[in-house]
Protein backbone atom coordinates (compact mmCIF):
# COMPACT_ATOMS: atom_id res chain seq x y z
CA UNK A 1 0.00 0.00 0.00
CA UNK A 2 1.29 3.70 -0.48
CA UNK A 3 2.36 5.53 2.69
CA UNK A 4 1.01 9.00 3.37
CA UNK A 5 2.77 11.74 5.04
CA UNK A 6 0.82 15.32 5.75
CA UNK A 7 2.63 17.93 7.26
CA UNK A 8 2.35 22.03 7.33
CA UNK A 9 -1.29 22.25 10.20
CA UNK A 10 -0.88 24.53 12.91
CA UNK A 11 -2.45 27.36 14.34
CA UNK A 12 -3.57 30.30 12.39
CA UNK A 13 -6.23 33.17 13.34
CA UNK A 14 -9.14 33.53 10.94
CA UNK A 15 -8.09 35.00 7.57
CA UNK A 16 -4.82 33.59 7.51
CA UNK A 17 -3.15 30.75 5.54
CA UNK A 18 -1.86 27.81 5.97
CA UNK A 19 -0.42 25.18 3.28
CA UNK A 20 -0.65 21.60 3.88
CA UNK A 21 1.69 18.73 1.77
CA UNK A 22 1.16 15.13 1.48
CA UNK A 23 4.00 12.93 0.62
CA UNK A 24 3.42 9.61 -1.00
CA UNK A 25 5.88 6.76 -0.97
CA UNK A 26 5.66 3.06 -1.53
CA UNK A 27 3.40 2.47 -4.70
CA UNK A 28 1.17 3.85 -7.56
CA UNK A 29 -0.74 6.99 -6.71
CA UNK A 30 -3.40 8.16 -9.09
CA UNK A 31 -6.53 9.71 -7.45
CA UNK A 32 -5.35 11.61 -4.43
CA UNK A 33 -7.43 13.55 -1.74
CA UNK A 34 -7.70 16.11 1.36
CA UNK A 35 -10.08 14.96 3.95
CA UNK A 36 -10.94 16.35 7.02
CA UNK A 37 -12.62 15.53 10.50
CA UNK A 38 -13.41 18.08 13.24
CA UNK A 39 -14.57 16.52 17.10
CA UNK A 40 -18.06 15.28 16.87
CA UNK A 41 -18.05 15.33 13.15
CA UNK A 42 -18.03 13.45 10.21
CA UNK A 43 -15.21 13.55 7.94
CA UNK A 44 -15.74 15.19 4.79
CA UNK A 45 -13.50 15.40 1.39
CA UNK A 46 -12.13 18.67 1.27
CA UNK A 47 -10.66 18.14 -2.08
CA UNK A 48 -9.43 15.95 -4.20
CA UNK A 49 -7.08 15.94 -7.68
CA UNK A 50 -6.58 13.35 -11.08
CA UNK A 51 -2.94 12.76 -11.84
CA UNK A 52 -3.77 15.49 -14.89
CA UNK A 53 -4.74 17.90 -12.35
CA UNK A 54 -8.59 17.56 -12.56
CA UNK A 55 -10.25 19.06 -9.13
CA UNK A 56 -12.70 18.68 -6.66
CA UNK A 57 -13.53 21.07 -4.02
CA UNK A 58 -16.59 21.09 -1.30
CA UNK A 59 -18.73 24.16 -1.33
CA UNK A 60 -17.47 25.09 2.04
CA UNK A 61 -13.68 25.80 0.61
CA UNK A 62 -14.06 27.00 -3.27
CA UNK A 63 -12.37 29.94 -3.83
CA UNK A 64 -9.95 29.70 -0.60
CA UNK A 65 -8.74 26.03 -0.97
CA UNK A 66 -6.19 25.40 -3.66
CA UNK A 67 -4.99 21.78 -4.40
CA UNK A 68 -2.19 20.48 -6.27
CA UNK A 69 0.18 17.94 -6.97
CA UNK A 70 3.57 17.11 -8.39
CA UNK A 71 3.30 13.24 -9.82
CA UNK A 72 7.07 13.43 -10.16
CA UNK A 73 7.55 13.92 -6.49
CA UNK A 74 4.66 11.91 -5.12
CA UNK A 75 3.52 14.85 -3.54
CA UNK A 76 -0.08 17.44 -3.01
CA UNK A 77 -0.66 20.53 -1.45
CA UNK A 78 -3.55 22.16 0.06
CA UNK A 79 -3.10 25.84 -0.05
CA UNK A 80 -5.87 27.03 2.75
CA UNK A 81 -6.36 30.80 2.61
CA UNK A 82 -9.02 32.61 4.43
CA UNK A 83 -9.43 30.10 6.59
CA UNK A 84 -12.19 30.40 9.56
CA UNK A 85 -12.99 28.94 12.98
CA UNK A 86 -14.88 26.02 11.29
CA UNK A 87 -12.25 24.70 9.19
CA UNK A 88 -10.56 23.68 12.08
CA UNK A 89 -10.18 19.77 11.82
CA UNK A 90 -7.88 17.19 11.43
CA UNK A 91 -6.72 17.09 7.90
CA UNK A 92 -5.74 13.64 5.90
CA UNK A 93 -4.76 13.00 2.97
CA UNK A 94 -5.88 10.10 0.62
CA UNK A 95 -4.90 8.37 -1.97
CA UNK A 96 -4.53 5.03 -3.75
CA UNK A 97 -3.68 3.67 -7.23
CA UNK A 98 -7.40 3.92 -8.77
CA UNK A 99 -8.71 6.61 -10.09
CA UNK A 100 -11.74 7.49 -8.47
CA UNK A 101 -11.32 9.30 -5.01
CA UNK A 102 -14.72 7.94 -3.95
CA UNK A 103 -13.60 4.41 -4.02
CA UNK A 104 -9.81 5.58 -2.50
CA UNK A 105 -11.57 6.87 0.35
CA UNK A 106 -13.02 3.40 1.09
CA UNK A 107 -9.97 1.63 -0.23
CA UNK A 108 -7.12 3.39 -0.09
CA UNK A 109 -4.34 4.95 1.73
CA UNK A 110 -4.65 7.72 4.82
CA UNK A 111 -1.53 9.88 6.40
CA UNK A 112 -1.44 10.14 10.28
CA UNK A 113 -3.44 13.19 9.88
CA UNK A 114 -2.08 17.01 10.69
CA UNK A 115 -3.99 19.35 13.10
CA UNK A 116 -4.97 22.66 12.12
CA UNK A 117 -6.73 25.56 14.13
CA UNK A 118 -8.02 28.57 13.00
CA UNK A 119 -8.94 31.01 15.98
CA UNK A 120 -11.61 33.35 15.69
Known amino acids: QVRLVESGGGLVQAGGSLRLSCAAS??????MGWYRQAPGKQRELVAS???????YYADSVKGRFAVSRDNAKMTMALQMNSLKPEDTAVYYC????????????????WGQGTQVTVSS
Open 94 to 109: NACQLYSSIICSATGS
Open 26 to 31: GGIVNA
Open 49 to 55: ITRGGNT
